[in-house]
């Protein structure tokens, strides 16, 4: 009797009640033990299925074996066969691993496009949401409200028109003869300007400043929906309001009403505290607002991806025009006939405000960063770009629509503004406020001023004698000489 397991002759045999076999019992409990099972038939087998089996103590012992060529080549033989038969047991798991594989890729593959289609779907659905106006029951116009509604890309009345035509040819054809005023600032006495007054707003979300058309009131707004107005000649704030229409994204004046957009849409337009009109025509935030020359009109812009026009006069929206991206700020050409707007992916869109067409746009210079601040400068040609925490600002030729000159200002752009001749040109940021200055009769661009003062934005004062500082604490500063 051999053992079926170690094919030596068992101290202590026993035998299967299943399959019959003889197995040494040290090896077989051991077996059992670990995989539950007979090792010669796979069936299922205990301790209690063996049976032990008596033999005489004194066993002869196996003959020598090896002992000859022939039987070392049947040992090799025998070798090469067990070799052989796991080499094609490998070979069948690895086929059955391969086609899991190849199956669990397949359903991935498949997984995969359907997220893709289930996004693209989304994103087409969020967009034509986006897209949906909202026509009021009442035909009649809510000064309050706002709630009077015109249909996207609609053509503007004719009065608006006649304004838009006259404020364009009234302001373009002294732009060019309009000297510099004897008491305007130059670039050697604002190489003098420091801080001389600071201001605690007390606001801890307010991220810009909008000066009125005199350069001595200034507005901003809190992230819980409060309104300061900055007296610049007091150096104290004359009015606060909370208007309750949600954190307010960004203002400007319109003559001497103040104007805001708010972070869920709505665009507010109030007076000595008090509102005067209120528009809900964005599906989402309204990020920006900006006042046409002729002082009538009022556009805004959102992430809905459109601009809104509003006749002031009337309490109308005009027109709401899309875009192929969310927009993030805008601003009137000085003539009013054109409309710039900064996008999230880093373009700049021209639009006709006449025909409300999309007559141009400046590529991202910065590889699709967003589009934080514009300003167009007074001579009609130029406008000024700032990029989400990029430390240049690109300076645009309208008549050659190219990138003219681009500002190293050492620090994340965040705020920037023209001065009323078109010579000085703010920047500011989290490291400090930078004045550059371009001289006409040399074409040659300076820095006059170079100041740490932390600011989000920045404006001029009245005959640029000083310049207005939102710093990141949320406190007014004033530099002067």
């Excluded at 995989?35 to 010669?40: A, H, K, L, T």
């Excluded at 509003?310 to 409309?339: A, C, M, N, R, W």
């Amino acid at each position: 009797m051999l053992c079926a397991i170690s094919g030596e002759a068992p101290e202590h045999p026993v035998a299967s009640r299943k399959s019959g076999n003889v197995f040494e019992r040290r090896l077989i409990e051991a077996y059992i033990s670990e995989n539950g099972s007979d090792p010669v038939t796979g069936e299922d087998l205990t301790t209690d299925d063996l049976i032990d089996l008596k033999q005489a103590r004194l066993v002869k012992p196996r003959a020598p074996q090896l002992t000859s060529i022939p039987a070392l080549l049947s040992a090799f033989q025998t070798e090469w066969d067990a070799l052989t038969l796991e080499a094609y047991q490998l070979n069948v798991q690895l086929a059955e691993t391969r086609q899991e594989l190849s199956t669990a890729l397949y359903y991935n593959d498949s997984a995969q496009r359907v997220i893709a289609r289930l996004q693209k779907e989304r994103d087409e659905a969020r967009d034509a949401l986006s897209r949906v106006s909202v026509t009021s029951a009442n035909n009649g116009v809510s000064h309050i409200n706002g709630d009077a509604m015109q249909v996207d890309g609609q053509g503007l009345p004719d009065e608006v028109l006649a304004k838009l035509e006259s404020t364009q040819q009234r302001l373009s054809a002294t732009r060019r003869k309009r000297p510099v005023p004897e008491d305007w600032a130059t670039g050697d006495s604002i190489a003098n300007y420091d801080v001389k007054s600071t201001a605690d707003t007390q606001f801890t979300g307010a991220k810009s400043l909008g000066v009125d058309h005199s350069g001595d009131f200034f507005l901003c707004g809190d992230s819980d929906g409060t309104v300061g107005i900055f007296d610049l000649k007091q150096g104290a704030f004359s009015t606060r309001s909370n208007l309750g229409a949600g954190g307010i994204t960004h203002g400007t004046w319109v003559h001497d009403k103040a104007v805001v957009a708010t972070a869920n849409g709505a665009v507010v337009v109030t007076q000595e505290g008090s509102v005067q009109a209120k528009f809900h025509q964005h599906a989402g935030a309204a990020n920006a607002v900006a006042a046409h020359p002729s002082g009538d009109l009022l556009a805004s812009v959102g992430v809905d991806k459109s601009y809104v026009l509003y006749d002031l006069h009337s309490s109308k929206v005009l027109t709401q025009i899309f875009s192929d991206s969310e927009l993030t700020t805008v601003t009137f050409h000085p003539d009013g006939h054109l409309l710039a707007a900064g996008a999230v992916d880093g373009s700049i869109k021209l639009y006709e405000v006449k025909s409300s067409q999309l007559a141009h746009t400046f590529p991202s210079p910065s590889g699709g960063v967003p589009v934080v601040t514009l300003d167009f400068s007074e001579n009609g040609t130029w406008l000024a770009s700032g990029y989400q925490g990029q430390s240049s600002v690109t300076v645009w030729d309208l008549r050659k629509l190219n990138a003219l000159k681009t500002l190293e200002m050492g620090t994340a752009v965040t705020g920037i503004s023209w001065d009323y001749t078109g010579q000085f040109l703010a920047a500011s940021g989290p490291g400090g406020v930078v004045v550059s200055q371009y001289t006409k009769s040399s074409k040659a661009w300076t820095e006059p001023l170079r100041k740490g003062v932390s600011a989000q934005d920045v404006k001029w004062g009245a005959r640029a004698t000083s310049l207005v500082a939102l710093t990141a604490d949320g406190a007014v500063a004033v530099l002067s000489a």
